[in-house]
């Protein structure tokens, strides 16, 4: 079953809604189209593209920021489970998380400090910053937004929707 994300007025994640539901939304004009597929649902009078990505037009507060403490999935989660010195996949099993400073230097356990990182790349950083390594990291680590994880551990990830979700 074909999942859509839902986009705040701001663009920011909100929630993961069914086809059906989005259409709705769609046909009371509360939300408008931003990402379709290249199917199309078909009614007696009207054809509509399937949606992909919806955004609400009125803005919906949500009250209160909750935390997502960074823990290995998540982290290899945020990071779309791939090295962030080589760039490459190697699996869930075989990745590891690296402190960028490392701890015995003080590096702190924050969403900003730590990264995924195949076997070989942690074994060639060692106990060293990135620079010192001469490595180089391919993204700037950093907090995500914790609505935009649940999404993703519930759906799993979709190609169209990493540009809002990811940033």
Known sequence: ???????????????????????????????????????????????????????????????????????????????????????QAPGRGLLTIDHIIPRSRGGQTTWDNIVTACRACNMRKGDRTPEEAGMELRKRPGRPHYLAFLMLSEAGPRDVWGKYIYG
């Open 1 to 87: 079953m074909q999942r859509v994300l839902v986009l705040n007025a701001t663009y920011e994640p909100l929630s993961i809604i069914s086809v059906q539901r989005a259409i709705i939304l769609l046909l009371k004009e509360k939300a408008e189209l931003v990402e379709a597929a290249t199917e199309y649902l078909h009614a007696a009078r009207t054809s509509l593209p399937v949606p992909l990505v919806i955004r609400l037009v009125y803005y919906v507060r949500i009250p209160h920021p909750v935390t997502l403490a960074p823990t290995r999935r998540s982290v290899a989660l945020r990071d779309r489970y791939t090295c962030q010195y080589c760039g």
